[in-house]
């Protein structure tokens, strides 16, 4: 059983930067891996996923803004996000791609105007 816990969220003000990341402990890491949000009132979506090779993709909606990485000795996903904007906040879960472990708590992203 994979347990997935997310660190990193906190309040920042438009245009600043967090860095998330994602802990994995149980079985292996050598998967496709992906961080994914959700806002109040909507349902979770993913922003972006960083596969067991290396490729990665990124929601349009975070381009040239957010970084995904992972450090599979570690079992570690990040994701480090500049430029943030208040439509940015939610909460950010890890999880495969697709998503079949057990959701962590997530971390809380808040983002003030």
């Known amino acids: 059983q994979v347990q997935l816990v997310e660190s990193g969220g906190g309040l920042v003000q438009a245009g600043g930067s967090l860095g998330l990341s994602c802990i994995a402990s149980g079985n292996a890491f050598n998967f496709d891996m992906a961080w994914y949000r959700q806002a109040p009132g909507k349902q979770r979506e993913l922003v972006a996923r960083?596969?067991?090779?290396?490729?990665?993709f990124y929601a349009e909606f975070v381009k040239g803004r957010f970084t995904v990485s992972r450090d599979d000795a570690k079992k570690t996903l990040y994701l480090q996000m500049n430029s943030l904007r208040p439509e940015d906040t939610a909460v950010y879960y890890c999880?495969?791609?697709?998503?079949?472990?057990?959701w962590g708590q997530g971390t809380q992203v808040t983002v003030s105007s």
């Open positions: 999880n495969r791609l697709p998503a079949v472990y057990v």
């Open positions: 960083v596969s067991s090779g290396g490729s990665i």
